[in-house]
């Protein structure tokens, strides 16, 4: 019995063990299929939709269909030659959510990565891995962009899934600096850059496509599965008035005169005054389009409409004939010049050019021998509302509404600001008139086309990739400033003589009949004018007999001891500009015609 007593215990602690293990061994599937169970709630419910977007994505590839920028031509002779296109360009790029599935695995994978394609492009490793760890949620990161060939090639062969090469297109000039602060120029990205780029951007401007693929986890997509297919969209063409033989012609004249004289700058513009076409636009120093990054700023500006200047003698021709226009004077008007000093009542002390010493000459005279204090007299004599309104109508202290941005409209400072002072400066161009080259082009054709004022045009026409003309740029007149019978008298009886016997023979040519006039413009400062600072002016046209083409050149600041004023230094520049271009358009040369009349 006691032995029995004994063993009852130990049974009951045997049922007690085996219930408790039976428990734990249930226990145990039981919590993971809680803990399984609990996960899967997480990922349906909590995570579901940023699972199934990342699967989603992760089954896609997208596949960039870049577009090209319109093309701008420029004409030639014989037809248009392109002056700003597109090249084709290799760009590395990456797919930065390959790389940032669990975030310290990803950290890891982005610096193997950085480290990897650095090594073949000679770059930062660093600098990418930034590019990388900045866009780690989106599809699409450019690391490099306007790689060589080779360089693409070894990208290639490191066959990482997620670094891929594509091609793209990059903004090109051909023909380097010719035009170049016309043209303007675009950014790596294809943003406008100033110029013709900017001003038509609406028409230039490209958007690109996009395809996508179904693929695998591997990144491997057939062609054939495109889920989604967006075309890409070339930028339309557009077509200048310039003409790339014309401008040439008129970028070395103004590079030579430069040189020549030591001037700071110069500013020309060609333009045809029959319809407002400009042939030619440029400026020195010049630009190249394909280097704007490591051009100066100030080199890349168009300063025949952005630099501001006053014009000096060059102005006088417009007062004059807009005073006989106005019934104010007639050519054969006198007025005494003081033999070459006059004092005037509240007005400073005016004097001619050293040495010349006129007396009581006409109109014609005054402007012809280029008298200050003749064009002082008539000043005078207009008061300053008429002077005031003369200017206006020749479309000075306003936009000449060319199609370039950034144009400046010079100044006329409004008739109850002056003094006695501005009354008789403002006729031989200096004190409340400042004026840019493309204004005076602008108003001097109007004298040349018999008293019309156009709005000057650089875009001719634009057109679709396929030849449809979109737009087109007629000519248009903004109003009409002398009579035909005034304009054409005061070419022949005035314009012509200052080129044959005046200020301007410097321009003078023996096959056609040039018309112009000189200007030498002191250069103001903060305290007045600067000492032996000039602006150095010649404006013509030519032929005299049909005027076909006007020149108007400025040289800023030639050196003062090789020659300062308008008839050294701007006018053999404008002859040399015209003996070319004027056969080039095959103009008939109309010097025989005048001596037989």
């Excluded at 899967?40 to 579901?48: D, N, P």
């Excluded at 021709?317 to 007025?335: E, H, N, R």
């Amino acid at each position: 019995m006691p032995n029995a007593e004994c063993r009852m215990p130990n049974r009951m602690n045997n049922s007690k063990t085996r219930k408790w293990r039976f428990y734990f061994l249930f226990a145990i599937p039981a919590t993971a299929l809680l803990v399984l169970g609990g996960r899967v709630v997480h990922l349906q419910v909590c995570r579901g939709g940023q699972l199934s977007e990342l699967a989603q994505r992760q089954q896609r590839r997208v596949i960039i269909l870049p577009a090209r920028h319109g093309n701008i031509f420029a004409r030639t002779r014989t037809g248009y030659t392109l002056l700003a296109g597109s090249r084709r360009a290799s760009s590395v790029y990456a797919d930065p959510v390959l790389l940032s599935e669990g975030f310290c695995e990803g950290q890891e994978r982005f610096v193997v990565t950085a480290g990897k394609v650095a090594a073949v492009l000679g770059c930062t490793d660093g600098e990418l891995y930034d590019k990388l760890i900045r866009r780690c949620d989106k599809r699409f990161a450019y690391l490099v962009r306007d790689v060589t060939d080779s360089q693409a090639e070894a990208v290639r062969n490191l066959k990482i899934p997620a670094i891929g090469v594509m091609g793209e297109w990059r903004r090109n000039y051909p023909s380097g600096s010719l035009a170049g602060q016309v043209l303007g120029f675009r950014l790596i990205d294809g943003q406008a850059g100033g110029g013709i780029e900017l001003q038509a951007d609406k028409w230039l401007s490209s958007r690109d496509g996009r395809k996508v693929l179904r693929c695998d986890a591997a990144r491997r997509g057939r062609y054939a599965d495109v889920v989604e297919y967006d075309p890409p969209e070339d930028g339309k063409n557009v077509v200048l008035t310039l003409d790339v033989s014309i401008q040439g012609f008129l970028e070395d004249a103004l590079s030579e005169t430069v040189a020549r004289f030591g001037a700071e700058a110069a500013m020309g513009v060609v333009m045809d005054p029959n319809t407002g076409a400009i042939l030619a636009m440029a400026s020195v120093p010049s630009c190249n389009p394909n280097q704007y990054n490591v051009t100066p700023s100030d080199h890349r500006r168009g300063r025949a409409i952005t630099d501001p200047y006053e014009p000096g003698s060059v102005f006088k021709p417009f007062i004059v004939a807009g005073a006989v226009q106005m019934g104010k004077v007639t050519l054969d008007t006198t007025f005494y010049c003081h033999n070459g000093l006059y004092r005037a009542h509240r007005g400073g002390t005016i004097r001619d050019f050293p040495g010349c010493r006129f007396g009581r000459i006409p109109m014609s005279e005054i402007v012809i021998k280029s008298s200050n204090i003749g064009m002082s007299k008539l000043g005078e004599h207009l008061g300053n509302e008429s002077l005031c309104r003369i200017a206006s109508a020749f479309g000075f202290g306003v936009r000449s509404g060319i199609d370039l941005p950034g144009e400046c409209p010079g100044r006329v400072v409004h008739p109850r600001r002056w003094t006695g002072y501005a009354t008789r400066r403002m006729p031989f161009g200096q004190g409340p008139i400042m004026v840019t080259t493309v204004q005076l082009a602008n108003a001097f054709s109007a004298i040349a086309n018999g008293g019309e004022l156009l709005r000057p045009r650089l875009i001719e026409r634009v057109t679709d990739v396929n030849g449809k003309v979109l737009f087109e740029n007629p000519r248009r007149r903004i109003r009409q400033v002398l009579s035909a019978e005034v304009s054409r008298r005061f070419i022949d009886e005035v314009l012509v003589n200052v080129v044959e016997r005046g200020t301007g023979k410097r321009c003078r040519m023996d096959r056609w009949s040039v018309f112009g006039k000189t200007g030498t413009a002191q250069i103001g400062g903060p305290d007045g004018y600067e000492e032996n600072a000039y602006t150095a002016t010649f404006m013509a046209g030519a032929p005299a007999s049909k005027p076909a083409v006007v020149c108007v050149i400025s040289i800023y600041k030639p050196e003062y001891s090789r020659g300062y004023t308008g008839g050294k230094v701007a006018a053999p520049c404008v002859r040399q500009v015209l003996q070319k271009t004027l056969p080039y358009l095959d103009i008939p040369p109309d010097k025989d015609l005048v001596v037989s009349n």
